[in-house]
């Protein structure tokens, strides 16, 4: 097993541009979690999916973020509009349905400029 | 609100010592609890994680719970200079979601 893995690492945009990335989880794992980091900071609660349903939300998340998991395989969250407010490291992490410990991905560190 | 406190630190120790990491929390619902340690410029990886009261050991690391206290801890022992990072702790509800603390930098002195 490879671990989780995240595309692009990478992505300096324009404010209003929209973007897009892609989480692919352990394979074995059902549970799917997006987090937010920024400097100095513990990760933030985006959003969990189970399978392909996304059961939580934070009620921080504002509605230009959206993420899906069409088949309950990789996830993709997509940022429109961005603000330089987005800067930060977006990390994905996936855990099986009766564990608590979630495994991380390297993360993409987003630079909207 | 619920709210993990760390100590933001740096906590500077010098190699070969023991170095001690603690966490706080505020809700009594905590269920699971968990340390990462992460790089800078790396995401957070799982070094330990405990569930009951008491203490866990892993290798060089030991977990400390004190649910009474709504406390816990992480020993380092024998500290080597690759220990040096940011130390995050987690703590879970039933809903799966953690909530985390911002961090402890560790400095482990050669």
């Known amino acids: 097993d490879t671990g989780v893995s995240q595309n692009p690492r990478h992505k300096i945009t324009k404010r209003g541009q929209n973007v897009t990335f892609r989480c692919d989880p352990i394979?074995?794992?059902?549970?799917l979690y997006w987090y937010r980091q920024t400097l100095g900071q513990g990760p933030e609660f985006l959003t969990y999916f189970q399978n392909e349903a996304q059961l939580e939300k934070s009620r921080l998340l504002s509605d230009r973020f959206s993420a899906e998991r069409p088949k309950g395989s990789f996830s993709t969250l997509e940022i429109q509009r961005t603000e330089q407010g987005d800067s930060a490291m977006y990390l994905c992490?996936?855990?099986?349905?009766?564990?608590?410990?979630?495994?991380f991905g390297p993360g993409t560190r987003l630079t909207v400029t | 609100q619920k709210e993990v406190e760390q100590n933001s630190g740096p906590l500077s120790v010098p190699e070969g010592a023991i170095a001690s990491l603690n966490c706080t929390y505020s809700d009594r619902g905590s269920q699971s609890f968990f340390w990462y340690r992460q790089y800078s410029g790396k995401s957070p990886e799982l070094i330990m994680f405990?569930?009951s009261n008491g203490d866990k050991e892993d290798g060089r690391f030991t977990a400390q719970l004190n649910k009474a206290s709504q406390y816990v801890s992480l020993l380092i022992r024998d500290s080597q200079p690759s220990d040096s990072a940011t130390y995050l702790c987690?703590?879970?509800?039933?809903?799966?979601?953690?909530?985390w603390g911002a961090g402890t930098k560790l400095i482990i002195k050669p």
């Open positions: 394979s074995e794992h059902n549970r």
């Open positions: 405990i569930y």
């Open positions: 992490a996936s855990s099986t349905w009766t564990g608590d410990e979630q495994y």
């Open positions: 987690a703590v879970g509800y039933s809903n799966y979601q953690l909530i």
